[in-house]
């Protein structure tokens, strides 16, 4: 009756709500900045006419709004006739971004760092419900950016498969899924997202491989167990991929094409619409 009802009002209102927040990776040049600012011009497109800097040094987190055409995973099976969703429509779902440096040192210090301490956390306005991982699709033709993102992608990983093993069946906390955004597929020099995840996925296997072995040298020395520090927790013989890593450790990821640059148009992976969509979903 009305008491429940105000009952479960007082505290819907009372407790603070989870906020829902993303991480935005990946090596510097890849377009997290400009993603960022994109997302908050059409936020709120009043502040579009200022120019909204971000340094590259800290961390920035922005808050924007899903558009209210992107359905979210709470409301994806809901009729379009259901008067929630319109409510939805007049209030937009609202979620934070947290754009990080992706530059050498601090990618270690803050993108890695902020990554394992809201992995862990227990407090709601920290939660992260998603990595967003930024990669400029037309340097990963060059070796050594391959490398490197290859590396940072691998780290990130890593934290995300270590929170899932440790996890304890009683009190499981969400999952984080990681969405690997292949960026600049204007550019007529971009790798399609099919084979940049071709090629993440033989680059991660190759430092994986050179991990294991250098590990399993140490630990042979040192009695260490060196397991966990490998990502995906098979033996050194099979080859690594996004599937086997979901399979094994249930860490999710997925590689969809866009490009910051051209947001409205129809072409290049429709913008970053299909980001937000996988934003909607973890929603
Ligand atoms: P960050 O270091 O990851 O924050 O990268 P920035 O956001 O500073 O972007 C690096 C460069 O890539 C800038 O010159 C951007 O204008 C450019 N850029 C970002 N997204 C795109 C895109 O989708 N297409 C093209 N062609 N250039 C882009």
Known sequence: GVPVLLHVLFFRAAASPPSSNFLLLGPSGSGKTAFTTLLEAKSSPASKKIQLTHTSQTSTL????????????????????????????????RYFVKDTPGHGKLRTSQGIGELQAMAISKEN????????????????????????????LHDVLLVLQKRELNKTSTKRSSEIPVLVAANKQDLFTALPPGSVREKLEAEIDRIRKSKTKGLMDASADSGLDAEEDILGNDDAQGVFNFKALEDETGVKVEVVGGAVKSDSEEEFGSGVLRWEEWIGMCL
Request: charged share 25%; net charge positive.
């Open 62 to 93: 922005v808050s924007v709004s899903l558009p209210p055409s992107v359905p979210t995973g709470s409301n994806r099976y809901r009729s379009v006739n259901d008067p929630s969703l319109k409510e939805a429509t007049r209030n937009p779902i």
């Open 125 to 152: 306005k920290n939660k992260i419900r998603g990595v967003i991982f930024m990669v400029d699709t037309a340097a990963l033709v060059d070796e050594g950016n391959l490398r490197d993102t290859a590396t940072y």
